[in-house]
């Protein structure tokens, strides 16, 4: 592949600057700042002018997570608003830090038996007639993230993608095992949509969607990134981990330069 830019999520417990200046000594090039709990934008907005200079004299960047508890599939129409201007708020905020990506689940939370499987996805897709517009007037690449329990996951992506083709995808490793997508599978959905492929979740799972570092679940990276190294793939990559731990952290990328260097 040519080029896999490598960065993490920061996590909720971990302080910015110093956690910054550690991923400049370890060689990221990014971390991913999901705009919720410590991180949440009205936390933060007022900080966004020190956290960017925090990151240009580390020499990072950033990717912007917009949260994933509000749900930009609600069928309720003052509810899905909210959410959507939640979310365009957080891309302002977003190129305020100096983000070039925003990732954002195209998901639906509806209840079931209230509400067909087509009405839901029409839900959806009233939110992103507005989203992935105000992404790209915002100068930012609007990534589109493969869900579990929603009505987009890895294998009706493609319909996604068909239906929004200024639209970019975030893949998650984790999220279309879950689905029932097998490792070489995956590597044959990144050789055949590669181009629209933008931004990679790497999250590696034993069980459910743990969110550990890659090598220390059970899926086969190595597969994986065939796929990806066979489309001469570039772009970013996230390590999505649920630690604080930076030892764990360092680690997991360790595993992924391991995988990439053979």
């Known amino acids: 592949m040519r080029s896999l830019r ?5 996590g909720l417990e971990l302080p910015f600057k110093q ?9 990221f090039e990014f971390v991913e ?6 991180y949440a934008r009205e936390r933060i907005e007022d900080r966004s002018e020190s956290m960017r200079t925090s990151l240009s004299d580390a020499g990072l960047g950033a990717v912007v997570h917009l949260p994933f508890v509000p749900d930009p599939g609600s069928p309720f129409t003052p509810v899905r608003n909210g959410v959507i201007s939640e979310f365009t708020a957080g891309m302002e905020l977003a190129v305020d830090l100096g983000a070039e990506k925003v990732v954002f689940h195209p998901s639906s939370d509806a209840w079931e038996l209230g509400w067909s499987e087509s009405e839901c996805r029409a ?3 009233e939110s992103l007639d507005e989203l992935i517009p105000a992404a790209h007037e915002h100068g930012l ?7 579990v329990s929603s009505y987009y996951d890895v294998t009706s992506f493609p319909e996604l993608l ?3 083709p200024d639209a970019s995808m975030t893949f998650d490793t984790s999220h279309a095992l879950l689905a029932g997508m097998a490792e070489p599978e995956m590597a ?4 055949e949509h590669a ?4 931004h990679l979740h790497l999250v590696d799972t034993r069980d459910g969607d743990e969110h550990l570092p890659v090598g220390m679940g059970h899926i086969d990276f190595a597969t994986v990134f065939e796929g990806i190294a066979d489309a001469d793939w570039s772009g970013t990559a996230t390590l999505e981990v649920g630690t604080n731990d930076l030892d764990t952290i360092a680690l997991g990328k360790r595993h992924v330069e391991a995988l990439l260097a053979d």
């Open 141 to 147: 690449t609007p990534c589109l993230e493969n869900v």
């Open 19 to 27: 956690t910054i200046e550690w991923a400049a000594e370890e060689g």
């Open 188 to 191: 044959q959905f990144c050789r």
């Open 123 to 125: 839900f959806v897709h």
């Open 6 to 10: 490598l960065g993490f999520t920061l």
């Open 195 to 198: 181009d629209r492929i933008d």
């Open 162 to 164: 068909d239906r929004y």
């Open 33 to 38: 700042i999901l705009l919720d709990g410590r």
